[in-house]
C-alpha cells in the first residue's frame, strides 16, 4: 500500500516539459519547398523521385497481397491495401499529368 502511494505522488508531482513549437525555419520531415518555390528542373526532379517511390511502394504491396492470395489468407489489412493500389494508380497519373503540365509551362 505504501509503495502505490508513493507512486502515485510521485507521479502526480511529476511534469511533462512543455510543448514547444518551432515559429521558424523548416519543420522536421518538411522534405522539400512548396512547389510554388521550386524551378522547372527542381519540380521535375521531384516528381522523378516521388513517382518512383510511388510505384515501389505500389510493387511491394502488390507483392504482399499476391502472397496473402496464394496462401488463402484475407484480412481488411489486404482490403485496404487493395483500395490503396487504386489511390497510388491514381496518385501515379497526376504525377504524369503535373510532369506534362510543368513542360509545357517551359515552352
Known amino acids: 500500500m505504501r509503495q502505490q ?3 502515485s505522488r510521485r507521479t502526480s508531482t511529476t511534469r511533462p516539459a512543455p510543448l514547444q513549437i518551432a515559429t521558424s525555419g523548416p519543420l522536421p520531415g518538411d522534405a ?3 512547389l510554388s518555390a521550386m524551378t522547372p528542373d527542381e519540380l521535375r526532379a521531384w516528381i522523378g523521385k516521388t513517382r518512383t517511390a510511388l510505384e515501389r511502394k505500389k510493387a511491394r504491396e502488390r507483392a504482399y497481397l ?9 484480412t481488411p ?3 485496404a491495401y487493395e ?3 487504386e ?4 496518385l501515379l497519373d497526376m504525377l504524369n499529368e503535373f510532369e506534362r503540365s ?3 509551362a517551359e515552352s
Do not use: I
Not at 499476391?66 to 484475407?74: D, I, K, L, N, Q
Not at 489511390?87 to 491514381?90: F, I, K, P, S, Y
Open 87 to 90: 489511390l497510388e494508380a491514381d
Open 77 to 79: 489489412t489486404d482490403e
Open 32 to 34: 522539400r519547398p512548396p
Open 83 to 85: 483500395a490503396d493500389q
Open 5 to 7: 502511494q508513493r507512486r
Open 66 to 74: 499476391e502472397r496473402r492470395a496464394a496462401r488463402g489468407t484475407r
Open 102 to 104: 510543368v513542360a509545357l
